[in-house]
């Protein structure tokens, strides 16, 4: 945790007291600071529905004990947030530039494994800038930055970060290559974090920084790590077996089904990167990301369809070793670089996705050796499309109980909804509350989007205690949102008519069904 003495720093003394007296009152022998470097990471990941993470602390109840943990890492979580940011985030990131003697560096909304959601770790962008959406970039130069984002957060952009120090630019109409190639000008060297752009993206960047005249290099580190005070650590979530119940097959038929396409690219290993293929593929869940019940890890798949999995070993939950079996080898994510040399060594040939694989494993692969990487979409990804009757049952079975839930609550809306006396939030609280009457919901598949009046206009609103307004009789008033359930995801979009709509309500409504249908009836 970069300039921080411990997360005991981040802490009120009387939460450490309390802490330690219950440790000794349940006779245990761990370290103080051992158990708040675990707690650290359990508050870097997402409060899960169900406190799972317990076990991996002690594996029998204390009720005094869980008391203590649960308010320590309640109050670690407070102290790890991200707060607004200021002028002075920026003016020490364009410091450490300039030491590296770099004239700029870009910031994407990316961790190391392009996901949708992101561990709070990895929220670079947002803690620099204040954009929180689920996609962007940030370039840095030392007389501009600017901030990317498309058009579904034009206005969260505007609302987010601060005009005077970043401009704004639109991702898709003008993205980072383009913007570099016109702007730029000669003579630069724009840094980039190799483990948090694809293969792709980097060509992309690397011929748009040619043409400008300039250069695009890798850094060893990441400078936005070296100045971000009490950064929080990568995620402790439980990863837990998920049972054949929900998965349909056993990992070891994924993995041979898998391993032959390996044959076929002639391939003797894989690299995977997609936490959601590491899942499917050695039928475990975890809780590292909001939403997704997803571990962050790596994995190398071999042709022999035997899987070494890079993830922190103090996340497996008990059972789950036994779980994964012989054929699964367990290692700290930090032997990866290694094991990647190891196979260069030994003359075989690796394969990995250049669409969602950071750039890092292209480099560490080619340093290595005189064997390129061969370049193939991630193996388990079609499979992993192609559900089976399991899953199948699954999926029905989730969208008839989320049904049921979102039918309970569209009665309840078409009730409240025109006295004036129900908010957005409160709203959107109605509906999870329903959702969790079932013992099977896990999560929210995300943050919903509840939103009236004017709000609902807004792309991606997702209403804060500032924005919060109450549903009014004679608006409209939409609700998006979705659950995680053990056996099956939901995402459902609903716009409601809050009492009697009026002329324009109703003409805006048509003209949006008429695009739907349009939409639905056109030939591709």
């Known amino acids: 945790m970069p300039h921080s003495d411990a997360p005991a720093s981040l802490l009120a003394p009387h939460v450490v007291t309390r802490l330690a007296a219950a440790l000794a009152d349940a006779g245990l022998s761990a370290t103080m600071p051992d158990v708040l470097d675990l707690l650290a990471g359990i508050a870097a990941a997402p409060q899960p529905r169900r406190p799972t993470w317990l076990s991996l602390l002690t594996p029998t109840r204390h009720s005094g004990l869980d008391d203590a943990l649960i308010a320590t890492r309640e109050a670690l979580a407070a102290a790890l947030a991200l707060t607004r940011p200021d002028a002075a985030r920026l003016a020490s990131l364009r410091a450490e530039l300039a030491r590296r003697g770099l004239d700029g560096f870009l910031v994407p909304r990316a961790d190391e494994h392009q996901g949708e959601y992101v561990p709070l770790r ?10 929180t959406g689920s996609a962007g970039a940030c370039l840095v130069l030392a007389e501009r930055a600017v901030v990317f984002v498309d058009g579904r957060y034009t206005l969260q952009a505007e609302q987010q970060t601060d005009g005077a120090l970043y401009e704004r630019a639109h991702l898709v109409e003008n993205p980072p290559p383009k913007w570099l190639e016109a702007e730029l000008g000669a003579g630069r060297t724009i840094g980039f974090d190799p483990w948090l752009h694809t293969k792709d993206e980097v060509e992309k960047l690397t011929r748009a920084c040619k043409r400008a005249g300039s250069r695009l290099a890798a850094t060893e580190t990441n400078p936005v790590d070296a100045v971000w005070l009490h950064q929080p650590p990568p995620p402790l979530s439980s990863v837990v077996p998920w049972s054949l119940d929900y998965a349909g097959l056993p ?36 809780a590292d990301v909001e939403c997704t019940p997803l ?23 008990p059972g789950t070793a036994e779980h994964l079996g012989p054929e699964v080898r367990v290692h700290p994510p930090s032997a990866l670089g290694p094991a990647l040399d190891a ?29 390129e990487v061969l370049v193939e979409r991630d193996p388990c990804q079609l499979q992993k499309a192609k559900k089976n009757p399991t899953e199948l049952a699954g999926m029905r079975a989730a969208h008839v109980r989320d049904g049921a839930a979102l039918t309970r609550f569209l009665a309840w809306i078409a009730e409240v909804g025109p006295t004036g006396s129900v908010s957005e939030i409160q709203a959107s609280d109605r509906l999870e509350a329903l959702r969790a009457e079932h013992p099977g919901l896990v999560d929210l598949s995300f943050a919903s989007i509840s939103g009236s009046g004017p709000n609902g206009a807004i792309v991606h609103y997702r209403a804060t205690p500032e924005s919060d307004r109450l549903i009014r009789g004679g608006e409209l008033y939409l609700i998006d949102s979705g659950a995680q359930y053990e056996d099956g995801t939901t995402d459902v979009t609903r716009t409601v008519a809050i009492g009697a709509p009026g002329a324009e309500e109703r003409r805006r409504f048509t003209l949006v069904l008429k695009g739907h249908i349009a939409l639905a009836q056109a030939h591709f």
């Open 122 to 131: 990895a929220q670079r962008l947002a803690w620099l800038t204040g954009f």
């Open 251 to 286: 990992s070891r038929e994924k993995r041979q089904s898998v391993a032959t396409q390996l044959t076929k690219t002639r391939a003797d290993a894989a690299v995977l990167t997609l936490p959601d293929s590491i899942a499917w593929l050695l039928n475990i869940r975890g």
């Open 295 to 317: 571990p962050l890890s790596f994995a190398l798949l071999h042709r022999d369809a035997t899987v070494d999995l890079f993830i922190d070993r103090k996340k497996l939950a």
């Open 343 to 371: 196979l260069v060594a030994a003359n075989k040939q690796v394969q990995a996705c250049s669409a969602t694989a950071p750039m890092w494993v292209f480099d560490r692969v080619e340093r290595a050796g005189t064997a």
